[in-house]
């Protein structure tokens, strides 16, 4: 894996702030379940009936299965991962447990670069694809 001295330093905007994790910036390089726009918003995780916890342990797997992805941070209702390119580029998928809403918010935003050739709402698509696959989202 090539390192990229410029995608390399983590945002300072990651994690949750008030309840909420951090809004897609105005170019098309990020989706997220809280984005109030149609252009960076997709679909949470529904875990259906199963638990919090269940389906934390079932991202934490699907994560390791991903050989461009390392995790980061892992709580009982947070996940952070960086998401590697062959090319170097980095970008950080966030995944956080709503208890109010029964959903896992999700949030994948490339570091670097304008666009990302739709790479970031695709990685959520198959997260979301491996974890049906398990019988596990709806």
Not at 41 to 64: F, N, Q, V
Not at 109 to 123: Q, Y
């Amino acid at each position: 894996m090539i390192t990229n001295p410029l995608t390399s330093k983590r945002p300072q905007t990651l994690g949750v702030h008030q309840g909420k994790l951090a809004s897609c910036p105005s170019v098309p390089n990020s989706v997220c379940s809280q984005a109030e726009d149609t252009a960076h918003y997709i679909e949470p995780l529904d875990p259906g009936w199963r638990t919090k916890k269940e389906l934390m342990r079932r991202l934490k797997s699907a994560l390791t299965a991903c050989e461009e992805a390392e995790i980061i941070t892992a709580t009982d209702d947070y996940l952070h991962a960086e998401c590697h390119s062959s090319l170097g580029f980095v970008d950080d998928l966030e995944l956080l447990w709503s208890e109010e809403e029964g959903v896992c918010h999700v949030r994948s935003a490339s570091r670097l670069g304008v666009t990302d050739l739709g790479k970031n709402r695709a990685r959520v698509e198959k997260l979301r694809m491996l974890l049906e696959g398990w019988g596990f989202c709806e």
